[in-house]
């Protein structure tokens, strides 16, 4: 992962590995350790190998967007790329994210794929379950549940078991974007509160609600992140709605591929 990036940017890789306390370079193209197994280096790797692409692509076609976007850890570096925050603060937020959200193991996701989030949201209800939550509405027919890991592999068995749906495990280590991660919220907000957030930056749709990012709101924003759903369908809504057509997406279609 970022194979040639590194050596292109030097300061970004010494700041990162000075923060993890190990070679980026060495995590992210080797991982002899398996260290990328456990989120607490999975996070910082992700940010710093997304940050080093869209340097790469501002220097070969520029960056002037007129709205940025991020799903989950990627909402980082859609505020750095549009300058609300730095990436000095940024990725010490990561870091610390990635710490806290490691602390919280045992749980599960998986996507259901080929139904509305209505009728996932009716199958937890009618489950009777209580630590099972929607964790990512992704798309109109793409819904991630998270949350205990044998709760979570019982509603997607209900799921999978309608016509046309498909339910996919996702190999994560803990129940992200559920209630069951609220408390890394107090300490994340700590180091939150320790950022600048620039109100006169490019504009961020805020995955958390969907609408724009507020700086003055940041770190109530970002407190949240891990412990509510992604709104990645009402983010596209807002960006639809602003006037935006063509999407730019950073190494891949992944996300592009959800846009209806």
Known sequence: MGAGLFAAF??????????????????????????????RYAQPAVFVVNMLMHLRHAQEHGSAYDYYAGHSLGEYNALVAAGVLTFDDA????????ELMSEIAGGGMSAILGVGTTVVERAIRDSGLTHVFVANRNAQTQTTIAGDRHEVSLVAKALADLPT??????????????????????????????????????????????ALFT??????????????????????????AAGVTYFDEANGKTLTALLH
């Open 10 to 39: 030097p300061d970004v890789t010494h700041l990162a590995s000075d923060l993890l306390g190990l070679s980026i370079e060495e995590l992210c193209t080797n991982d002899a350790g398996r260290q990328l197994r456990d989120t």
């Open 91 to 98: 990725l010490r937020v990561v870091v610390r994210r990635g």
């Open 165 to 210: 749906v498909r339910a996919v495990p996702l190999n994560v280590s803990g129940p992200f974007h559920t209630p069951l991660m609220s408390a890394v919220e107090p300490a994340l907000r700590t180091v939150l509160a320790e950022c600048e957030f620039a109100v006169d930056a490019s504009p961020v749709v805020s995955s958390v609600t969907g």
């Open 215 to 240: 700086p003055e709101d940041g770190v109530d924003l970002l407190g949240r992140q891990p412990s509510v759903p992604v709104e990645w369908v009402r983010a596209i809504a807002t960006l639809r």
